[in-house]
């Protein structure tokens, strides 16, 4: 790779909870730390930092091996092997929990793990932020996305830095018939919308700038219920996206998060929720599990080494969002199990709810209606 080529990962797993599914025990962190520490002596990764947010760690990682290489892979899977035998000493919630498969075959993809990863050329100077979320699934990126990359009306740069007035092409993922599909604004502004608005199916996997084809963004998009065909939760998915110089500022970058708008995930994976923006220190959810946090690990690059984190939801400018969020929260839990609190009966499907129902099949008459 040419010298400022370089690839940012971020490879993430829940390997067990403390306490519950709250947070993940600083043993299993340090385990992490350890192995990454030794992965960049040995030179497989320019550095690193370990990440996490509710009971997931994300494994944030530069390095010149390209996406998708086997042996960040293997380190990352081998990672979580030896963090699991930690949960498991310490008799942690749902030890090992997203290594779905017995063994490791070149590619976290499908084993369990989510992944999201980009090479990029980095520039003179790269701010980049690492966004962690727990408690919802990869669709979960969707409406931010569209707010910082296609929505003037957070981006004031769409409409004044003639770097972006060409907009922004999204890469679209349908997650059920495993097919993709590449939209561009400001044309397919609507259609974009069409496709989005339905999260829990169609996510945004990579945003490219229309000028030059420069990737911006990317995320994970792993479901893991439907790796496993049952249920196993949702998928905390996590993102990368590369701010300023012709592409959204920082505070364009986080601004979306202003509104705690509603996700699907929170209690048993089957509920809708506002997604909170908090500090490190209050990314652990706790009440009825949730509600659903995001953190923003805020970096600058530097040839390769990871300069940060900065904690950008510990502004207090967010305070007035996590205010909403407990009120919408509140108001949201009093339905209880009835929807639109509980998720629609199709996404539903893919819990212990058929199995539940079953029994009453036999029990079914025919009615006149
Ligand atoms: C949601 C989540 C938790 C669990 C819940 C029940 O993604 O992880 O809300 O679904 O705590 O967990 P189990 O079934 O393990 O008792
Ligand atoms: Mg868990
Ligand atoms: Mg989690």
């Avoid at 993809?109 to 701010?127: H, K, L, T």
């Avoid at 922004?168 to 608005?197: A, V, W």
């Avoid at 829990?200 to 994970?220: E, L, P, Q």
Wanted: with cysteine.
């Amino acid at each position: 790779m040419a010298d400022n080529k370089l690839t940012v990962s971020i490879i993430k797993a829940d390997v067990g909870g403390f306490v519950g599914h709250s947070s993940v025990h600083p043993a299993l962190l340090e385990k992490a730390g350890e192995r990454l520490a030794k992965a960049k002596a040995d030179g497989l990764v320019i550095d690193y930092r370990v990440g996490y947010v509710g009971d997931d760690t994300s494994l944030i990682m530069t390095h010149k091996n390209g996406v998708d290489a086997e042996p960040i892979h293997r380190f990352a899977w081998e990672t979580f092997e030896e963090m699991t035998e930690v949960a498991r000493e310490y008799a942690q919630y749902g030890a090992g929990q997203d290594l779905l498969v017995e063994a490791f075959s070149g590619n976290v993809r499908g084993m369990g793990p989510g992944v999201a990863e980009m090479d990029i050329e980095e520039r003179p100077s790269e701010p980049i932020i690492c966004f962690l979320a727990d408690k919802t699934e990869p669709g979960a990126w969707n409406y931010p996305l569209f707010k910082m990359f296609g929505d003037p009306f957070n981006t004031a740069g769409l409409v004044i830095d003639p770097g972006m007035t060409t907009g922004f092409s999204f890469e679209i993922h349908d997650l059920i018939n495993k097919r993709k599909l590449l939209l561009t604004l400001p044309e397919d502004y609507y259609s974009l919308l069409m496709f989005i608005g339905a999260p829990g199916r169609y996510v945004i996997k990579h945003v490219f700038r229309n000028s030059d084809n420069m990737i911006t963004a990317v995320t994970s998009t792993q479901k893991l219920s439907l790796i496993a065909g049952r249920y196993v939760g949702k998928d905390d998915p996590v993102m990368i996206v590369r701010c300023q110089s012709g592409l959204p500022a920082v505070g364009e970058v986080l601004e979306p998060f202003s509104m705690p708008y509603m996700v699907a995930g929170w209690m048993r994976g089957s509920h809708h929720g506002p997604i909170m923006p908090t500090s490190f220190e209050d990314c652990h959810p706790s009440r009825f599990d949730g509600p659903p946090r995001v953190v923003a690990y805020g970096f600058q690059l530097a040839h390769g080494k990871l300069i940060g984190p900065r904690d950008m939801f510990e502004d207090i400018a967010f305070d007035g969002a996590r205010r909403q969020c407990l009120e919408v929260a509140d108001y949201i839990r009093r339905h209880g199990p009835f929807e639109p609190h509980r998720l629609g009966h199709d996404e539903m499907e893919y819990t212990t709810m058929p199995h539940l129902m079953e029994k009453f099949e036999s029990k079914f008459e025919p009615s006149d209606d």
